[in-house]
């Protein structure tokens, strides 16, 4: 085998994996035999690529072979000939094309005959490809729990036989929300994983939930909490640029340049949220965005109003009591009223298993800990923060800080 072939078979599944797998499944009402047939695709790619040689259009290729596995399999369910043609007739044979696609199975996904748990985490494996380990992270659960969830979920969506459309008027309420949380989870994932890559680099996660954010927006009418998502992430997005010195370390929030961050991007976000405020219907996204504003708004003052970001995190666990507010809440505590009372707002978590292998508990933790002058407390909370980093330079910064809190004096 090649490494041309296998490096073109990577990078077809890495452009067009989501957009093929949405084509098939769309058409076909069966998400786990799309993901079967794909899968198959890849393998046959690997096997002949190497001696035919690497196609022109790589993701047409798999595409192709992926819907005659399916017509196969559909034929040997005895099922009629003909219904077979029409079904391959309306795939086109550009995954380009496809795109609305990712939509319609979006709200597929958020359909009321699933669980509410799994439907968000469906979504990002379905429709973007996300495996189960890396979506039982993003919900504090173990993988073996989300797998199991994810099985369960695709065998509903065929024996339900949940049609493949975009929800009409009515139906929008009921499912808007879960479609909000998947694109906002895939742009977290993308964020954390790329550290803050480029929106304008359409391979990417990133592009991808913000294209789906304002597609969204438009689609529910402007409704004021997919307002608020888009906003959010274009809060979040505007500081990508100073995540990282000239020496590629890693740069907290507290510390980056304000010159760094996107001004347009920032302006974008805040006439999103003002218009979502002006609509008079709160919610998670527009109170998150609502932080980011206030952290955004630094660029301008100098300074970070850490009450007025209390204020709306006691409002956000209204909304979203996760334990992810609830970490990010002490610390806007630590700034308003001390370590200490920092320290008691996270105590109940020490026993609750979803925060066990969470990076940024760990993190916060130590990094109260060390405020506190638990020294002690705050070097074994720093050495499992650093265990659970997988980014080289978030890793390097722990280290600096841990040992910092370390020396004397």
Known sequence: MTRDAESAAAEAVREHYSRVLAALAAQFRDVAAAEDALSDSLVAALAQWPKAGVPDNPAAWLLTVARRRLIDARRRQTLHD????AIAQKIPEDPEMEEDKRLQLLFACAHPAIEENVRAPLMLQVVFGLEASKIAGLFLMSPAAMAQRLVRAKQKIRDAAIPFHLPSPEEYPERLG??????????????????GAMAENRDTPIFDALWLGQLVVGLSNREPEALGLLSLMLFVQSRSGARRDTGGRYVP???QSTDLWDRDAIRRANALLNEAAALVAPGRFQIEAAIQSVHAARAESGTTDWAAILAFYDALLDFAPTPVAVINRALAVLHVHGADAALAEIAFLEDDKRVVDY????????????????????DRAYARAIALENDSAAREFLETERARVARPG
């Open 82 to 85: 003909a219904m077979l043609k």
């Open 178 to 195: 879960f479609v909000l949380m998947a694109i906002y989870a895939l742009f977290a994932a993308g964020y954390n994983a790329g550290r």
């Open 253 to 255: 929030l507290s510390e």
């Open 359 to 378: 990076q940024p508990y760990w993190a916060a933790r130590a990094h109260l800990l060390a405020k506190a002058g638990r020294r002690g407390d705050a």
